[in-house]
């Protein structure tokens, strides 16, 4: 190959290996991937990972794969993946969102590195204290163990909730707050809190409930029929939490959004099968595996990946509208 392309050995490895970005030019690259076309070759990667040491296995730890945004982003880790020769194991936590157990005896004889959703760190502990090389998702970017990290810009995304509500009039608001110890679930929190305060309105209660619809439907009802004035809107950590929500106002004879607007975040399927539409923030789930994806090789390949931040966006439906007089 290097004969036909008309380059030194030494710059065929880069080019294959695809380390040569800096230190050969991209005409230079072309005419050796053009050469390995005219040539047929393949890269043997039993024999490179045999040498390098490498099972090319990635693990992917996630709650729950109930929750269609981990199925999301396992879809994106898995095409960076595949583009990279390389498979991806995913585990799920038996118990839902949570906690997950370490699923191998040993990681580090079937592993080359692990990303995890910080839902599911506790499911960590045997992975890190076998020095595999760690990508977090949605998790605090000062974690030590952490050698890369990739984050949604989750406050930025409730703050576009709280710009939302105030901009049309609602003053009186309730905090429907995900029942889980995570990063995510915390920032939400601050956010909310922050940016109403901020702008003179009030977070009239916050009421902790289970990811899932009849939580929601429960805290939503407890939200509304609770002492002192009727908040005139309900943000939800989540679309699921925001479909019991609506269910709740229903039962109580309620109309959303004329008596009471609903947001909900993620953009899960369920927030265009509800009637009405979810007003969410989309999270580019997909987008958050494969940038893990790539951390992770990066990791592998010897570099420091700088921190990730993917940007999200509000979507307005027809579950928020003006603040009843």
Not at 121 to 146: C, H, K, Y
Request: proline fraction near 6%; glycine fraction near 8%.
């Amino acid at each position: 190959m290097a004969r036909v392309a008309g380059v030194s050995q030494a710059t065929v490895s880069l080019v294959m290996g695809d380390k040569w970005r800096g230190r050969v030019s991209e005409r230079t690259a072309e005419a050796v991937r053009t050469a390995a076309r005219e040539l047929g070759y393949r890269p043997n990667l039993a024999a490179r990972n045999l040498r390098l040491g490498l099972t090319r296995t990635a693990l992917l730890v996630v709650p729950a794969l109930t929750n269609e945004f981990f199925a999301r982003v396992h879809t994106g880790a898995a095409r960076v993946a595949a583009e990279h020769g390389m498979g991806v194991v995913l585990y799920p936590s038996p118990e839902g969102t949570g906690p997950a157990r370490d699923p191998f005896a040993s990681s580090r004889a079937t592993l080359d590195g692990v990303i995890a959703s910080s839902m599911a760190a506790e499911a960590l502990t045997d992975i890190r204290a076998g020095g595999l090389p760690l990508v977090m998702l949605d998790s605090d970017p000062a974690r030590p163990e952490a050698a890369g990290t990739v984050n949604l810009d989750i406050a930025d995304g409730t703050r576009q909730v709280a710009r939302h509500l105030l901009a049309l009039g609602h003053r009186r608001i309730a905090h429907l707050a995900a029942d889980v110890d995570s990063w995510t679930f915390r920032v939400r929190a601050r956010a909310l809190t922050e940016a109403l305060t901020s702008a003179g309105a009030a977070v009239v209660r916050s009421e902790p409930a289970a990811l899932t619809v009849a939580a929601g439907l429960s805290a939503a009802e407890r939200a509304l029929t609770g002492p002192g004035p009727r908040p005139t809107a309900l943000v939800c950590d989540d679309d699921v939490l925001a479909a019991g929500a609506c269910k709740a106002a229903r039962r109580l004879g309620l109309r959303v959004p004329d008596d009471v607007s609903v947001t909900g975040f993620d953009d899960l399927a369920m927030a265009t099968a509800v009637d009405p539409e979810l007003t969410t923030v989309r999270l580019p789930a997909e987008s958050v595996g494969e940038a893990g994806m790539r951390a992770l090789i990066k990791v592998l390949d010897g570099e420091d990946p700088a921190p990730v931040t993917l940007p999200v966006d509000l979507i307005v439906r027809d579950s928020t509208t003006a603040a009843p007089r």
